[in-house]
């Protein structure tokens, strides 16, 4: 789907896994956001974003927040390389708000939800209107 030839689409460096869980417990009930960044489908950097809506079921990102990261992201040499939120209470599915504001088809999207006792996460490639499951790893170094 994505050209990848590894056994997954998006590899997490295991700090950038522990911020991005850690984010979204954080901000329980609410949805929280944010962006990972990295090479070769390997998130090396986590973005935690401020939802703008202050929402436990939908999520928005300020326009002038996205712009400073995405140049902080480019000072790395780094590329977009996903976008997480969370669904506090839902399965960790793309609603279908979430497949109608996707606008980076180039990035894995990443669902955390924490409906259970420990967070699920799940990773998605959004076409819209269509929804590819991806796989997803944690990185051992």
């Not at 090396?44 to 939908?58: D, E, G, K, R, V």
């Not at 977009?80 to 980076?104: C, K, M, Q, R, W």
Request: glycine fraction near 4%; include cysteine; proline fraction near 8%.
């Amino acid at each position: 789907m994505r050209g990848i030839t590894s056994d997954y689409d998006l590899v997490f460096h295991p700090d950038v896994y522990t911020a991005m869980i850690d984010h979204c417990l954080r901000e329980k009930p609410l949805e929280a956001c944010g962006l990972l960044s990295g090479k070769d489908q390997t998130a090396f950097t986590c973005w935690p974003m401020t939802n703008i809506l202050h929402s436990h079921n939908a999520f928005e990102m300020d326009t002038g927040e996205i712009e400073d990261v995405f140049r902080k992201i480019r000072e790395k040499e780094e590329q977009l390389v996903g976008i997480y939120h969370s669904h506090p209470t839902a399965p960790p599915n793309p609603s279908l708000e979430d497949i109608a504001h996707a606008n980076y088809p180039e990035a894995a999207y990443v669902i955390i939800s924490l409906s259970d006792r420990s967070p699920n996460v799940r990773c998605f490639q959004i076409l819209k209107p269509r929804v590819f499951p991806l796989l997803h790893g944690i990185s051992r170094y």
